[in-house]
T-cell receptor, first 113, second 115 residues
Framework: SAVISQKPSRDICQRGTSLTIQCQVD?????MFWYRQQPGQSLTLIAT?????????ESGFVIDKFPISRPNLTFSTLTVSNMSPEDSSIYLC??????????FGPGTRLTVL | QQQVKQSPQSLIVQKGGISIINCAYE??????FPWYQQFPGKGPALLIA?????SEKKEGRFTISFNKSAKQFSLHIMDSQPGDSATYFC??????????????FGTGTKLQVIP
């Protein structure tokens, strides 16, 4: 199994500012995934981050709004830029272990005022 | 496009009863069907999963029933306990050209087990 930590666990931000969320995994993984979970909703994949290459974004998500870094095999960051109240969500980092099992971090609960 | 439909949205079950959550999918290329359990303030955790070549999988009190022809699968929680109170997500995944399984999640079911 993989143990994933995220920082911060929660934050309250002002409209128009940016927040960078960190994700740390206790083992080396090729791919890391960033999800958004809006209140009471399901999980939506934002992007897939490979070490050493540009992140791949899902439809509806763009790099200017959600830039991602993946400097090594155990770490990634997601930035939520120029935030609006509609960005209030839980942001989850995820990795895939053996046999396709997916592990999730505890999430970052973001509130934008 | 919603590819995995989940019902009910919420469920209240008496302690000791059976909780049943249903999901339906559209894409016949899905080849892996996991269920996730999420407690408040936590990330989802894999509970049990099945592949389409099997009609049923049981792990303790949790059973997945899979009907490939109907493109439906369900989670049964036997002898439900208050500690099972959580949100449950079904999911379906498909191999992606990027070399990983792309996962589509259902909308979630909030289960409450009352004593």
């Amino acid at each position: 199994s993989a143990v994933i930590s995220q920082k911060p666990s929660r934050d309250i931000c002002q409209r128009g500012t940016s927040l960078t969320i960190q994700c740390q995994v206790d083992s080396q993984v090729t791919m890391m995934f960033w999800y958004r979970q809006q209140p009471g909703q399901s999980l939506t994949l934002i992007a897939t981050a490979n070490q050493g290459s540009e992140a791949t974004y899902e439809s509806g998500f763009v790099i200017d709004k959600f830039p991602i870094s993946r400097p090594n095999l155990t770490f990634s960051t997601l930035t939520v830029s120029n935030m609006s109240p509609e960005d209030s969500s839980i942001y989850l980092c995820s990795v895939v272990g053996r046999a396709t099992e997916q592990f999730f971090g505890p999430g970052t609960r973001l509130t934008v005022l | 496009q919603q590819q995995v439909k989940q019902s009910p949205q919420s469920l209240i079950v008496q302690k000791g009863g059976i909780s049943i959550i249903n999901c339906a999918y559209e894409n016949t290329a899905f080849d892996y069907f996991p269920w996730y359990q999420q407690f408040p303030g936590k990330g989802p955790a894999l509970l049990i999963a099945i592949r389409p070549d099997v009609s049923e999988k049981k792990e303790g009190r949790f059973t997945i029933s899979f009907n490939k022809s109907a493109k439906q699968f369900s989670l049964h929680i036997m002898d439900s306990q208050p500690g099972d109170s959580a949100t449950y997500f079904c999911a379906a995944s498909i191999p992606n050209s990027g070399g990983y399984q792309k996962v589509t999640f259902g909308t979630g079911t909030k289960l409450q087990v009352i004593p």
